[in-house]
């Protein structure tokens, strides 16, 4: 039977016809919806998140590369500048006086519009990468300054299609990525900017500016004849609401990460347009990796929107792939949340093989560039970088590398030489990381001896002791079992106590050493103290981490 009529045999008039078929398309679009949830693999709760299962090509990448990239690149003045530069008497507030003016004048919303990444060439900058070995690529989606680096219907004035470079920066990079074959992550840091800006609320203290306001409250009427007239300053800054408790103690923004400890909590229009740029962002751009800078997921515990986020993902991969092909990662997760994401440690890696996956970021310099990491000469080295990126295969993780980009949009010479000699070991010995897993024990010597625990998300890099010849690490390939030794031995061989004469973690015969750089067969002997290998007279290049293969 028709709907019509049924409609008039219930005895409708037209009026009432017209309604009943409205009420009735609406109920059953808001059924389609529910059934289309209820059918969907993965909903927004963390027991189902955990049903997720690692996509092979993440563990098999193991080495990333990332332009944690933005506005507040242009000053070349190190991380966190948009927080700051509102803190009296810090550096750079020092350094936005002298640079640019006094904040309440001159702002981070200015800031932005002198940003013009006139240099920016993301097809070239990949192309670097992924000769470097990079076998992903990440970039930047916002940072906690709140503007974002695409063209966003929820962010539509505060985007940088609209102000500075006037350019799709995740467009192009996206562009990129795929057009260099590499799985294609971003990275979104913007839950945090309502607590993150608070310094803008506030006024000096001290001297000629004393008591006048930044320029955090601005609204759109305080633009009248300015550059930024007709924009409202709240859509980026988001800081029409009170103080968090002690918020002028600069370490609290970390003790309320998690939303708690006093700090204001962000309004529901403020949660739910954060939701709707990252669904966005998801489906217009379509990323592999969606890396989140929150403990857990965003807005977690005081909303479920990072939950409903992450259904969303992992739902539209398996609808776009037929499987699950999407990572997400989050800090500081318990044990049952690393089954539903991809744990992240910040500047730091894990001492043990960790039963799932996970994954270190970190950086050869700061987050945002830093002029003065460059004359000091400071960058991390190639050599740091490939140890790093070795121990942390070891133990079942990947390695996500930051090269801090200029805000003209370039690297500088000094991170180009990094990047082409990680280039070198990597084209030399890549076959002992691809596609490789962790062995029995990831490896043996005194640098683990002094490992430093994790703090918080990490940042327990660069405290132990430094990698020496005595320190290996193993993975392995199928039936190659690789054991990398972290240095050129002065004496000429390396003593691997792992595989000693009836060792039970490799029982088996050893019949070839080779080294993989010059896929060269080595001497060696077994004993009961180890294996003893000897090494070619002749150094080898990039001769600081040296795989060998045993068959």
């Known amino acids: 039977m028709k709907r019509r009529t049924l409609l008039k045999q219930l005895g409708f008039s037209v009026p009432g016809m017209i309604l009943a078929q409205q009420t009735l398309t609406s109920c059953l679009l808001k059924s389609n919806k529910e059934n289309k949830i209820s059918q969907e693999a993965f909903k927004p709760t963390w027991d189902s998140l955990q049903k997720y299962q690692v996509p092979d090509w993440f563990r098999d990448a193991k080495f990333g590369m990332w332009a944690h990239w933005g506005p507040q690149c242009q000053p070349e003045a190190g991380d966190w500048y948009a927080r700051g530069m509102y803190q009296e008497g810090s550096r750079q507030y020092k350094y936005h006086l002298n640079k640019y003016g006094h904040p309440s004048v001159f702002g981070f919303k200015d800031v932005i519009n002198e940003w ?81 800006y608070e310094p803008s609320q506030r006024s000096d203290k001290k001297g000629p500016y004393s008591g006048i306001s930044y320029d955090g409250k601005m609204t759109k009427a305080d633009g009248e004849s300015k550059w930024w007239e007709g924009l409202d ?60 800078d929150d403990s857990q997921l965003p807005f977690w515990p005081i909303s479920d ?140 010597g005194p640098a683990q001896e002094s490992a430093a625990s994790l703090t918080a998300q990490g940042f327990n890099e660069g405290k132990g002791k430094p990698f020496t010849s005595e320190d290996i690490r193993f993975a392995i390939k199928g039936d190659v079992l690789y054991a990398t030794v972290m240095g050129w031995p002065e004496s000429g061989k390396a003593l691997i106590k792992n595989l000693s004469l009836g060792n039970e973690n490799y029982p088996r015969e050893i019949n070839k050493v080779e080294l993989v750089s010059i896929k060269q067969p080595l001497k060696f002997e077994r004993t009961a103290e180890g294996l003893m290998v000897y090494f070619p007279e002749k150094e080898v290049p990039a001769s600081y981490a040296n795989a060998l293969k045993i068959v």
Request: net charge negative; with cysteine; charged share 25%.
């Open 233 to 292: 300053p709240q859509e980026l800054y988001a800081q029409n609401h009170p103080l968090s408790e002690n918020s002028l103690d600069n370490g609290m923004i970390h003790r309320q990460w998690h939303w708690g400890n006093g700090v204001v909590k962000p309004s529901e229009e403020y949660v739910e347009k954060f939701f709707n740029r990252t669904i966005e962002l998801i489906d217009k751009y379509e990323p592999d990796v969606l890396y989140f």
């Open 305 to 444: 929107a990072g939950l409903r986020i992450a259904a969303h993902f992992y739902n539209k991969s398996i609808r776009d792939h037929g499987e699950v092909r999407a990572v997400i990662n989050g800090k500081i997760l318990d044990e049952d949340q690393r089954k539903a994401m991809v744990w992240d440690i910040e500047r730091g890696q894990s001492n043990g093989i960790e039963p799932l996956p996970w994954q270190t970021d970190t950086c050869i310099g700061g987050w945002h560039y830093d002029r003065e990491i460059y004359n000091r000469r400071s960058y991390k080295t190639a050599k740091m970088v490939i140890h790093t990126l070795v121990d942390i295969v070891s133990k079942n993780g990947n390695l996500m590398l930051n090269i801090p980009v200029r805000g003209d949009g370039s690297i500088d010479e000094q991170e180009r030489q990094v990047v082409e000699e990680i280039g070198i070991w990597m084209d030399q010995n890549s076959q002992s990381i691809y596609g490789t897993r962790p062995w029995k024990t990831f490896g043996e």
């Open 116 to 196: 013009k990444a006139e240099n920016w060439d993301p097809e070239e900058l990949v192309a670097l990468y992924k000769r470097a070995g990079a076998k992903y690529f990440m970039a930047m989606a916002n940072h906690h300054d709140n503007l974002d680096l695409y063209n966003s219907t929820y962010q539509p004035n505060w985007n940088s299609t609209k102000l500075g470079p006037k350019k799709d920066i995740i467009g192009g990079w996206a562009k990129a990525a795929k057009g260099n074959g590499l799985p294609f992550g971003v990275s979104v840091h913007a839950s945090h900017a309502w607590s993150w």
